[in-house]
Nanobody, 125 residues
């Protein structure tokens, strides 16, 4: 099992930047596909970005492509989401997710087994 703890959320003006962090417990962090999802009030949870464990490939939702960057530091058991050029529509609770030794379904919630508690990002106009 792995436990995930997000941090770095907050209030930022449109056009600003934030970096989210997700710290994972355990000794096999490099074997997990790590993803970021977000959920705005009244909306379904949606895929934001993922970092696949085996290939190291990264994928992004179209809505954040070119503005957000996912990265990981396996030595620190941490995955990051660098968010730039933030828009009011990026306002949501952001969740870190993990799945052990699997890359299937990386763009859906069902593709992950472990979730953090979430961190709120609010972008003001």
């Amino acid at each position: 099992q792995v436990q995930l703890v997000e941090s770095g959320g907050g209030l930022v003006q449109a056009g600003g930047s934030l970096r989210l962090s997700c710290a994972a417990s355990g000794r096999t962090f490099s074997s997990y596909t790590m993803g970021w999802f977000r959920q705005a009030p009244g909306k379904e949870r949606e895929f934001v970005a993922t970092f696949l464990w085996s290939s190291g490939n990264t994928y992004y939702a179209d809505s954040v492509k070119g503005r957000f960057t996912i990265s990981r530091d396996n030595a620190k058991n941490t995955v990051y989401l660098q968010m730039t050029s933030l828009k009011p529509e990026d306002t949501a609770a952001y969740y870190c997710a993990a799945r052990y030794r699997s890359s299937s379904g990386y763009y859906t919630s069902r593709g992950y087994d472990y979730w953090g508690q979430g961190t709120q990002v609010t972008v003001s106009s």
